[in-house]
Structures are given as C-alpha cells and as structure tokens.
C-alpha cells in the first residue's frame, strides 16, 4: 500500500528527531499535505498508528493539514487555487488530479498549478525531561 511506505518514512524521521532531542513521547505530528498528493490522510494516519505501536510515538496525534493549490501564470500572478471554481462534491480530488491547468483569475490565460504535491512534516511536539520542543520541518 502506498500509504503504509510513506507512513514508514515518516515514522523514521519523526523517531530520528525525537531522540536527537531525546524525547521521552511524541505528542503530534502535523503534516501538510496537497491536494495532489494522491494520499489518503485517514488511510495515513492508519498506517501511522500501526507502524508506531509499542514507540515513543505510539500514543501521538497524527494531524494532517490539507494545503490548498496554488498557481503560477505567465502574467506574473501566483496564488492559490480558488476551488469553489471547481466544485464541491467528493469527486473534487479525484477531478482535480486530471487538471493541467485553469484560469488564471488576473488575465484570464491558463496557469500552471505549482502546489499541492506536498507532503510535509510541519511539526513534531515531543515531551522531553527538560521542556517541550517543537521541532524543525523536514521534508519527505
Ligand atoms: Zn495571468
């Protein structure tokens, strides 16, 4: 399962930053995740949790922010994606993935869509003897 690779990676970094900060519990984990991403978050979290059994991060939130998209047009606008143009219903993710581009809402011309592959690990909150860290960001 594609979920259960990309939860193994990210356990590994998260278990790699809690004991360089010789973490005692990992509290949450917040990802930021595209649109795009072909990522299922509650099939994420699933895998997550399983992964993390008997670690340091076993009892840890598992949070994922979804990040909207964003676009880049040859007139010099960038900006996110606004999706009411697409449309509200459950298919939008799955329409979305056969989207090249859409209008840009400044001229009018297509635009590239340059966001919403990402998968991020925004934060890590770890409890240590000494004080609570919030860790860097690291990218998968
Ligand atoms: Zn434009």
Avoid at 114 to 119: A, D, H, P, Q, V
């Amino acid at each position: 399962m594609h979920e259960y690779s990309i939860a193994c990676e990210i356990f590994e970094q998260v278990i790699a930053t809690a004991k360089a900060h010789e973490a005692l519990e990992v509290r949450h984990v917040i990802l930021e995740m595209g649109r795009l991403a072909h990522t299922n978050p509650e099939q994420l979290s699933f895998c997550f949790k399983a992964i993390a059994k008997g670690s340091i991060a076993e009892n840890a939130e598992f949070i994922v922010e979804m990040i909207p998209l964003s676009l880049e047009c040859e007139c010099g606008y960038t900006g996110p994606v606004d999706e009411t143009q697409i449309g509200k219903d459950d298919l939008r993710s799955e329409l979305l993935e056969y989207i090249a581009a859409l209008e840009c809402p400044v001229c009018g011309k297509n635009a590239r869509i340059t966001g919403g592959r990402e998968l991020i690990i925004k934060s890590i909150d770890i409890e240590t003897e000494i004080e609570k860290l919030t860790s860097r960001q690291a990218n998968i």
